[in-house]
C-alpha cells in the first residue's frame, strides 16, 4: 500500500477516535418569558425561550398551548389569542424534556376600551383627580399591566360616585379590585350588572347607599377573594349564584334590607373565612350547609328574623372562633359542641326565647 495512503488512513482513525471521546454538552433546564401574558381576540405575541446551558448540542423545543381554543402557539414560540379565556403555553425540549410554562389571559376589549371607562368613571367621581390630556398611565392610582391594560384604580381607596356608573366599566377585563361608595350620591345608584364581567377581580367592596337588588352576575367573578357590600339600601335576595364564587375567602353583606332565606348554595364557599350577613331582613332557617364551610373562622348572622334549630352541623367548624345568632327566633337545643366552645352572648338574647338548653328569656 502506498506509504501517503496509509499515513492518511491512520490520521482519519485517529481524528475520528479522538472526536468521538468528546462528551456532550446536555441541556439542563428551560426557561420562557414573559411568565404573563395579557392580549385580546387576534393579538399576537412572541414568547421567548433560553435553553441552558449555552453551550448544549441539541436546543431544539416544542410548543404547546394547554387550551388552542384559547390561544394557539406557533413552534417559534408565536402565540396567536383566539377567544376569551386562560389557558398556559408551554415550551419543552427535546433533550430531557425539560419544561416551563407561562399562564395567557386573553379578555375582550383594548386599552382604548380602558380609557373610555376610566374617563366615564372620572365624570360621575367626586375624589379622582386626573388630567385627562395626559396618557393613562399617569393618572394618579392607575395602575396598568404589559399590554397597557388598566389592573388598578385608586388601589386600596374607595371612589366616591355621585351618579351611576356607565356600563363601560365591563371594559376593564383585567381590574383586579373595585371600592365603590355612593355615600354622596345625588340620585338612587344601583350596582351595574357589568361588573359581573370583570372576570379577573379579586376584591370587590361596595358600599353607603347602593339601592335595587345584588345581581345575579356577581356570581360569575370566579376570582373573586373578597365581597364587601355593607351600609346599603339593598332589597332582594342574596343570590344563589355568588354559591359559585369558589376562591371566596371573606363575604360581607351588611346592614342592608335584604330579605328572604340565606341561600344553602353558600354552603359551597369551601375557601370561605368570614360569613358576614348582620343588619337584614333574612328569614327562615339557618341552612345546615353552612356546616360545610371547613374553613370558616367567623359567622355573624345577628339582627334578622332568622327562626329554627341552630344545625347541629354548625358544630363541625373546628376554626370557627367568632359566632354570633342573637337577636333572631332561634330555638331548640344548642348542639353541645357550640355550648362548649362559646360564651352566652353568641346565642342570647333571642326575643325571651328559651333555647331547650339555655334560657335567654332574662338576658
Request: charged fraction near 20%; hydrophobic fraction near 45%.
Given at each position: 500500500m502506498n506509504k501517503s495512503l496509509t499515513l492518511l488512513i491512520l490520521f482519519t482513525l485517529f481524528l475520528a477516535f479522538f472526536s468521538g471521546c468528546e462528551k456532550e454538552v446536555k441541556v439542563s433546564g428551560i426557561i420562557v418569558e414573559p411568565k404573563n401574558v395579557y392580549l385580546s381576540k387576534g393579538d399576537v405575541v412572541q414568547l421567548a425561550c433560553l435553553v441552558t446551558p449555552y453551550s448544549a448540542d441539541n436546543k431544539s423545543v416544542r410548543w404547546s398551548s394547554k387550551d388552542d381554543a384559547i390561544a394557539t402557539v406557533s413552534q417559534t414560540g408565536l402565540v396567536t389569542a383566539i377567544a376569551e379565556g386562560k389557558t398556559r403555553i408551554a415550551a419543552t425540549t427535546k433533550d430531557g424534556n425539560f419544561s416551563d410554562t407561562v399562564s395567557v389571559i386573553v379578555a375582550r376589549g383594548s386599552p382604548a376600551g380602558d380609557s373610555i371607562a376610566l374617563i366615564k368613571l372620572y365624570e360621575i367621581a367626586e375624589n379622582l383627580n386626573w388630567n385627562l390630556t395626559k396618557p393613562m398611565d399617569t393618572w394618579e392610582g392607575v395602575v396598568l399591566n404589559s399590554n397597557r391594560r388598566v389592573i388598578y384604580i385608586n388601589h386600596n381607596d374607595f371612589i366616591y360616585i355621585s351618579k351611576n356608573v356607565d356600563s363601560t366599566i365591563g371594559n376593564l377585563a383585567y381590574l383586579k379590585s373595585l371600592f365603590l361608595s355612593a355615600a354622596y350620591a345625588i340620585v338612587d345608584v344601583?350596582?351595574?350588572?357589568?361588573?359581573?364581567?370583570?372576570?379577573?377581580?379579586?376584591?370587590?367592596?361596595?358600599?353607603?347607599?347602593?339601592?335595587?337588588?345584588?345581581?345575579?352576575?356577581?356570581?360569575?367573578?370566579?376570582?373573586?377573594?373578597?365581597?364587601?357590600i355593607y351600609h346599603n339600601k339593598i332589597t332582594g335576595g342574596i343570590p344563589k349564584e355568588l354559591g359559585n364564587l369558589n376562591n371566596l375567602k371573606s363575604l360581607f353583606i351588611f346592614f342592608n334590607d335584604l330579605a328572604g332565606k340565606i341561600p344553602e348554595e353558600l354552603g359551597n364557599l369551601s375557601k370561605l373565612e368570614s360569613l358576614n350577613l348582620w343588619g337584614n331582613k333574612l328569614t327562615g332557617e339557618i341552612p345546615e350547609e353552612l356546616g360545610y364551610l371547613v374553613e370558616l373562622e367567623k359567622l355573624s348572622l345577628e339582627y334578622n328574623q332568622l327562626n329554627g334549630e341552630i344545625p347541629k352541623t354548625l358544630g363541625n367548624l373546628n376554626k370557627l372562633y367568632y359566632l354570633n345568632l342573637t337577636y333572631n327566633s332561634l330555638s331548640g337545643p344548642i348542639p353541645q359542641s357550640l355550648l362548649d366552645r362559646f360564651e352566652k352572648w353568641s346565642f342570647c338574647p333571642q326575643k325571651g326565647t328559651k333555647f331547650d338548653n339555655l334560657d335567654c328569656s332574662g338576658y
Open positions: 344601583t350596582i351595574p350588572v357589568e361588573i359581573g364581567l370583570l372576570k379577573e377581580l379579586q376584591e370587590l367592596i361596595l358600599c353607603e347607599g347602593f339601592t335595587g337588588t345584588i345581581p345575579l352576575e356577581l356570581g360569575s367573578l370566579s376570582n373573586l377573594e373578597w365581597l364587601d
